[in-house]
T-cell receptor, first 112, second 113 residues
Framework: SQQGEEDPQALSIQEGENATMNCSYKTSINNLQWYRQNSGRGLVHLILIRSNEREKHSGRLRVTLDTSKKSSSLLITASRAADTASYFCATDPDTGRRALTFGSGTRLQVQP | DTGVSQDPRHKITKRGQNVTFRCDPISEHNRLYWYRQTLGQGPEFLTYFQNEAQLEKSRLLSNRFSAERPKGSFSTLEIQRTEQGDSAMYLC???????????FGPGTRLLVL
């Protein structure tokens, strides 16, 4: 079963705009990761944020984590057409299992 | 390219047939994971190996599914007596024991007619 929800399910923006995606989850976590998936392909790891971190940056990506609300957000700044993809959050539970639990994803369309 | 590779990339089969998929992880990655992804959904965990030991299996992994990693390197996932509901993308990922990041392969897309 899916750990949580991504919001929105779909997002369409113009090139140059910022895109914000949200993720909620249900159980305690060790870390939360964001992945990107281009249509019909494998997942590419974007960024990992640990449960004791509140914000992390990587290039045009900014991730926040609020463990009290069990939520995370991914911000892509100055979006490009090449950012068009599905974005998934995945939680790594604090049980030592390491099996990731994914949300249902946000489909981002960046119009050139 | 030293990423995770999967073979075949696509498989079409008739209901009732057996299929086998292969995954070659990044060399020296001792953890290997199998996930299944249906259209419009995120991946769902199936099973994982640490070296050759299968440490966990999801309830999704019915008795028609079997996975092996005989020498702690490549892994195979076999589905016996396929059903139409088995149609999905089967994703393999690998990681080091000491790392939380999982590296995914391109997946095998299965269509059961």
């Amino acid at each position: 079963s899916q750990q949580g929800e991504e919001d929105p399910q779909a997002l369409s923006i113009q090139e140059g705009e910022n895109a914000t995606m949200n993720c909620s989850y249900k159980t305690s976590i060790n870390n939360l990761q964001w992945y990107r998936q281009n249509s019909g392909r494998g997942l590419v790891h974007l960024i990992l944020i640990r449960s004791n971190e509140r914000e992390k940056h990587s290039g045009r990506l900014r991730v926040t984590l609020d463990t009290s609300k069990k939520s995370s957000s991914l911000l892509i700044t100055a979006s490009r057409a090449a950012d068009t993809a599905s974005y998934f959050c995945a939680t790594d539970p604090d049980t030592g299992r390491r099996a990731l639990t994914f949300g249902s994803g946000t489909r981002l369309q960046v119009q050139p | 390219d030293t990423g995770v590779s999967q073979d075949p990339r696509h498989k079409i089969t008739k209901r009732g047939q057996n299929v086998t998929f292969r995954c070659d992880p990044i060399s020296e990655h001792n953890r290997l994971y199998w996930y299944r992804q249906t259209l419009g959904q995120g991946p769902e965990f199936l099973t994982y190996f640490q070296n050759e030991a299968q440490l966990e299996k999801s309830r999704l992994l019915s008795n028609r599914f079997s996975a092996e990693r005989p020498k702690g390197s490549f892994s195979t996932l076999e589905i016996q007596r396929t059903e139409q509901g088995d149609s999905a993308m089967y994703l393999c990922a690998s990681s080091l024991d000491s790392e939380e990041t999982q590296y995914f392969g391109p997946g095998t897309r299965l269509l059961v007619l």
